[in-house]
C-alpha cells in the first residue's frame, strides 16, 4: 500500500484556478499509476483525471477536458491537478488515488483522505 495525504484545497470564485497536490509515501511510487476522483454531495464519486507511472499518458474526463493537468514528479513523490477555469459544478471533495492507469475507481487500492475545493462567488 502506499499512503497519500492531499492539499490545496479551499474556496475559490468562478473562473479562478487551484492546484491541488497529492503526496505520496511507503511502496515506490513511481510503480503506480495516479488518479484524481471528485465526489460532490449526494453523487458518486467520480474519475477527473489520470496519469500513468511514467507521467507519459494522461486521461480526462470530458467536463474537465482543457481546464485542468495533471502532473507528476517522482523524484518527489507527488502528483498535482492543476485546475484553471473553474466553475461552480466543480465543487467536490478531491481525492487522489494510486493504482493502474485507468478510469474505474474499484481499479484503485490506494486512497488520500481528500480535500475540499469550493467553487462560489
Known amino acids: 500500500q502506499v499512503q497519500l495525504v492531499e492539499s490545496g484545497g479551499g474556496l475559490v470564485q468562478p473562473g479562478g484556478s487551484l492546484r491541488l497536490a497529492c503526496a505520496a509515501s511507503?511502496?515506490?511510487?513511481?510503480?503506480?499509476?495516479m488518479g484524481w476522483f471528485r465526489q460532490a454531495p449526494g453523487k458518486e464519486r467520480e474519475f477527473v483525471a489520470a496519469?500513468?507511472?511514467?507521467?507519459?499518458?494522461?486521461r480526462y474526463a470530458d467536463s474537465v477536458k482543457g481546464r485542468f493537468t495533471v502532473f507528476r514528479d517522482n523524484a518527489k513523490n507527488t502528483v498535482n491537478l492543476q485546475m484553471n477555469s473553474l466553475k461552480p459544478e466543480d465543487t467536490a471533495v478531491y481525492y487522489c488515488?494510486?493504482?493502474?492507469?485507468?478510469?474505474?475507481?474499484?481499479?484503485?487500492?490506494?486512497w488520500g483522505q481528500g480535500t475540499q475545493v469550493t467553487v462560489s462567488s
Open positions: 511507503g511502496r515506490t511510487f513511481s510503480n503506480y499509476a
Open positions: 488515488a494510486a493504482g493502474p492507469f485507468s478510469h474505474r475507481k474499484e481499479d484503485f487500492g490506494s
Open positions: 496519469i500513468s507511472s511514467g507521467g507519459g499518458r494522461t
